[in-house]
């Protein structure tokens, strides 16, 4: 039995349907991320499991048990917020120990979990501190020691680090994993950012316009993208838009601009369909137009910049698209923008997606 | 650049002239041991009008308790019904918000005279016998509104997912209500009372619509008026000037106190 359980979410704000059939698991001590942009319906999602917004239909289960008709306070999990929500009128210790006198500890327990906590982020003798005397990053920790603090299974995070700068947002990460990893028990994580998703998760559920895209492990996400949403959202890319020729057990054979092109066997499509190879801008590599590739276009290197590590070509190709190669950087003379290039990839490493 | 300067320091000059001139003569005659009504010559210092006024020889100390009662039971109940009221429409997703905003604000707007006679009539059609309870109804009518702004204020610089997050750990609506929004809006509601409290402390012309015998602070003077001013008011208003002083001087060295931890949310 999986921890959480979403069944068919439903959620309309007036005229516009913000959930659309949601399901989604979360089993004990996964970490799982619900991505998307803005307006996904990612928010919408925490904020039913949390109990602050009902949904119009579809249930939530906490170990087998409905909660739709409990509200925030008796259901057993609790929220990290966007924007932290620390009590202003309270130091450190009364916000992390808000829930623990809730719970009815005494002041002895709730002084040593609160010490415990602190510990856990890394906040030792903060005590006394109030939030506003504190920095982006440490509110942040405190308001991860103030959810953690009563010890449930389940944590929601509503975009943490979103408002962290970006040397922060990467050390944050490491932190929140590590924190994961070290209690053991349950994340639900809500972010747009892709990076902190592959990063951080045991699995990613892209959300698009209420809907789950796809659901698996960042290397599933990434390797195996299933929708042109999906495959567009994560990583950057370019997608060529083929024809199926052919489906045979080893692969299948597309067609793009009256040249044959191998791709690899996927599920769900047939001769006739159409299709589009989902380009992965560092699986490209820019040839030589003589060079031998299993899967290669012909076409015209448009521009080449040097970025130190990596070096971006952009190949026009014979048949009109752009392709973008990020290829590692390397001491010999490259190619020139004008010269004739070929654009290749591997086809057993290009997801084909509708 | 000089000359500018020196005119707006003359311009200050005047404004807290004009604005404290009348005051520091009512101070300053409150002391005088002249008692004639009809010349205003200050023949030397006397404490005979405060003396008077601890022994209310002219009925001026009661009228102020009168005023006194009057406000704070009005307060009391505008604080209740303002801030719920506030509270409410804030986190009200109706059709015709705007509309009941609008009307409940209505009463501060409307002049006193016609709200007044409006009570009044209401009154004597309703068959209202009770001053106190005619009294404290008219001032709760525009005390109300001075809370709801100031505390709606408030509200709306309020993140409302400091109440939400006290709910995700545990506590109930009331809880959370009491240990987080109470202590966040005090300020407002604090200062939309004592806003209400000096505007029903002052009101004369409400009152004197709906009042029968029950005398307040103002209409104790302006009847005093007729029959000459007893130069007692001048002892009664600055000991009320020195009251009020000290609280406003107070309550600035406790908001200063406070500030670093309500600023933040303040913006």
Redo the contacts between chains.
């Keep these: 039995m999986a921890l959480l359980e979403l069944q068919n979410l439903q959620k309309h704000f007036g005229k516009t349907q913000v959930l659309r059939d949601l399901s989604l698991q979360v089993e004990e001590g996964q970490f799982v991320t619900l991505l998307g942009p803005s307006g996904c319906g990612k928010t919408t999602t925490l904020r039913i499991v ?3 917004t009902d949904p119009d239909g579809g249930d939530v289960l906490l170990e087998g048990r409905s909660m739709l008709r409990l ?3 008796k259901r057993e999990l ?2 990290v ?3 932290y ?1 620390l ?3 309270m130091n450190v210790e009364k916000n992390v120990a ?2 623990l006198r ?2 009815g500890m005494s002041a002895r327990q709730r002084a040593a979990r609160v010490a415990e906590m602190l510990k856990l982020v890394q906040m030792e003798g903060y005590e006394k501190r ?4 504190l920095s982006g990053g440490q509110r942040q920790r405190i308001a991860i020691a ?2 953690v603090a ?1 010890g449930r299974k389940l944590l929601l995070l509503d975009e943490p680090l979103g408002a962290l700068d970006l040397k922060l947002r990467r050390q944050m990460q490491e932190e929140i994993k590590g924190l994961q990893k070290e209690l053991g028990i349950a994340f639900l994580y809500i972010t747009h950012d892709q990076e902190e998703a592959l990063n951080m998760s045991d699995r990613i559920g892209i959300l698009h316009e209420g809907r789950l895209e796809q659901l698996g492990t960042p290397e599933e996400i990434y390797e195996r993208p299933t929708s042109r949403f999906a495959a567009e959202f994560i990583g950057q890319s370019t997608l060529l838009p083929c024809r199926v020729l052919a489906v045979g057990t080893e692969g299948m054979t597309l067609e793009f601009a009256g040249q044959k092109l191998p791709a690899r066997a996927t599920a769900g499509f047939r001769a006739g369909d159409e299709a589009l190879v989902c380009l992965r801008n560092e699986r490209v590599a820019c040839l030589s137009p003589e060079a031998a590739a299993e899967a290669s276009l012909p076409g015209t290197l448009v521009s080449r910049h040097y970025a130190g590590g990596s070096v971006r070509y952009v190949i026009e190709l014979d048949a009109g698209p752009r392709v973008v190669c990020v290829a590692p950087s390397a001491g010999d003379a490259a190619f020139r923008p004008g010269q004739r290039v070929r654009a290749g990839w591997n086809p057993r490493e290009t997801a084909v997606v509708r | 650049m000089r000359r500018k300067r020196v005119g707006s320091a003359l311009f200050l000059a005047v404004m807290l002239v004009m604005l404290y001139l009348p005051v520091a003569v009512v101070v300053l005659y409150s002391f005088n041991a002249n008692t004639s009504r009809f010349t205003f010559a200050f023949t030397g210092f006397s404490t005979q009008y405060y003396q008077g006024l601890l022994h209310d020889t002219k009925g001026l100390v009661s009228a102020l308790m009168t005023s006194l009662e009057l406000a704070a039971y009005s307060c009391g109940l505008s604080l209740v019904i303002g801030t719920l009221g506030a509270l409410g429409l804030a986190g009200a997703q109706m059709r015709g918000k705007g509309a009941v905003e609008t009307l409940s604000l209505l009463p501060v707007m409307i002049p006193e005279i016609i709200l007044g006679f409006a009570l009044m009539a209401v009154f004597t059609f309703a068959g209202v016998k009770n001053d106190m309870v005619k009294l404290v109804i008219a001032h709760v009518t525009f005390c109300v509104p001075y809370i709801y702004l100031v505390v709606k204020a408030r509200l709306t610089g309020m993140d409302p997912s400091l109440n939400e997050a006290a709910r995700d750990l545990g506590a109930g609506p009331v809880r959370a209500f009491f240990s987080v929004t109470l202590p966040l809006i005090l300020p407002g509601v604090l200062s939309g009372t004592l806003l209400a409290f000096a505007m029903s402390l002052d009101d004369f012309v409400i009152s004197f619509f709906v009042s029968d015998t029950t005398v307040t602070l103002p209409l104790k003077i302006y009847s005093s008026v007729k029959t000459g001013v007893s130069l007692q008011v001048n002892a009664l208003c600055s000991v009320m000037l020195a009251t009020v002083a000290i609280a406003v001087a107070l309550s600035k060295l406790l908001s200063r106190k406070k500030e670093p931890g309500e600023m933040k949310n303040e913006e």
């Design positions: 949390a109990g602050l509200p925030p306070e609790n929220t917020f966007q924007n929500a009590f202003p009128h808000y829930a809730l719970m109030m939030p506003d005397k103030r959810a009563p």
